[in-house]
């Protein structure tokens, strides 16, 4: 659907994956999961990935993990949420970690479950402690860069994480001339240590969203080769 809208708008795009990841929820894991969850009031996600490791590993609906509040980052995290927990389970969401941890020191919470991939970053989890909250994280995917040499010259690129950023640069080098699209500021910061090309930023930390910056961006700013 996404790349038939840019076709709309005659932007032509190349999906090409940079990363892979694989869920790591092992037994042991969920042992210690269902084990805190006793002594937690929340639970923090801030990638689908995470959401979908926890979804598909375990039959939710039996789990101790019902009825926690949950707190998300990014339009397609909170989405996974409602899929598999429900609308109600969603008790705050934001576009950046600072957000997050004001959402989330705001509603009281004391005790937190904090889901995520081997490759976080520190902020949510510092920002929360610094509050007192009890952060206890759980690690339940993996992922692994997938670099590959791209022969193709693009006009735009359009990253969708940091990782992605890693992966693409070590394999690739850029034109001068070539538009880097991030969706959001930690992307562009990254893109930021390999490269000095034109950055711009989704308005919305979301796929759809970052795709019309590119979309509005080419038709504004047409390309003639």
Known sequence: MLIEHALSGNVAIDVIPF???E???TTELWEKVEDASMKSDALAFTSSNAVEAI???QDLQKSRLVGHKIFC???????????YFGEKSVAGSADNARELANAIITAHVKNLIFFCGDQRRDELPELLKKDNIEVREFIVYKTIST????????????????SAVKGFFQAN???DETVLF???DTTAEEIKKFSKNKI??????????????????FQTNPIHH
């Open 200 to 217: 711009l930023v989704s308005d919305v930390p979301e796929k759809k969203s970052l795709l019309n910056r590119a979309i509005s961006y």
């Open 182 to 184: 991030a969706v959001g």
């Open 55 to 57: 979804a598909t590993h």
């Open 147 to 162: 670099p590959k040499r791209i022969e193709k010259k693009y006009d735009g690129i359009l990253f969708f994480s940091p």
């Open 73 to 83: 980052i990014g339009h397609a995290t909170k989405q996974c949420v409602v899929k």
């Open 173 to 175: 080098q850029l034109k």
């Open 23 to 25: 869920h790591d929820v």
């Open 19 to 21: 990363i892979k990841t």
